[in-house]
């Protein structure tokens, strides 16, 4: 009997500024999937939509064909291996490239407090003084706290590196700057090539 495949899905055109690349087995290493589920948990530590705000996002960009409801963003989201709940398959690099692109619009949008969270912070460091004096910086961090321990399995090596709320926050503010990283005019290729920094081939 002969069998028909589906046609392969067109890519959305948003994505193909994203190059393909060469990677053992195709998709995504563990690294990357860690650092975008990470980078999205931020996100929603700064902004109150979560993950509401990503798939109307998702809609904006016409991604739709890739990150089709919440249910699917969620399986996108659990191929972080540090997850509670963690999907035994990877990410495909369309998958993982709608993810990126997400990422950056959110950042982009979020520009100026991610700024201004940065500068408390640096403020605060240079005075000695502890995050909880500044009220908008210390909400950020509880709240990345609260998501972080809520989502990821207390079992994991990764997530018992983390295991204090001073670590929590380092961590925290790492990814408050790299979302400042993405946020310029060729700042998503720059955060799709830096999620692969030494595992192309």
Not at 22 to 32: F, I, M, N, Q
Not at 55 to 62: F, G, P, S, V
Not at 103 to 115: E, G, Q, S, V
Request: net charge positive.
């Amino acid at each position: 009997m002969q069998v028909h495949n589906p046609p392969a899905q067109a890519m959305p055109m948003i994505l193909e500024n994203l190059p393909d690349l060469s990677l053992p087995e195709g998709a995504c290493p563990r690294r990357a999937r860690l650092q975008i589920d990470f980078m999205l948990l931020a996100i929603e530590a700064l902004d109150l939509g979560g993950s509401e705000a990503f798939l109307a996002t998702a809609k904006e960009l016409e991604l739709q064909g890739v990150i089709k409801n919440r249910v699917s963003l969620w399986r996108l989201r659990s191929t972080n291996p540090l997850r509670r709940n963690t999907q035994r398959r990877s990410l495909s690099m369309t998958e993982a490239k709608a993810l990126v692109v997400i990422i950056c619009h959110h950042a982009r949008r979020l520009t100026a407090l991610i700024r201004q969270l940065l500068l408390a912070e640096q403020q605060l460091s240079e005075k000695q003084l502890s995050v909880e004096h500044h009220f908008r910086l210390a909400d950020y961090l509880e709240r990345f706290r609260a998501h972080f321990r809520s989502r990821m399995n207390p079992k994991r090596a990764g997530v018992i590196t983390y295991n204090t709320d001073e670590k929590l926050n380092e961590l925290a503010l790492n990814l408050l700057r790299q979302l400042l990283f993405c946020t310029g005019t060729t700042g998503t290729q720059r955060l799709w090539f830096s999620l692969f920094d030494g595992e192309v081939v």
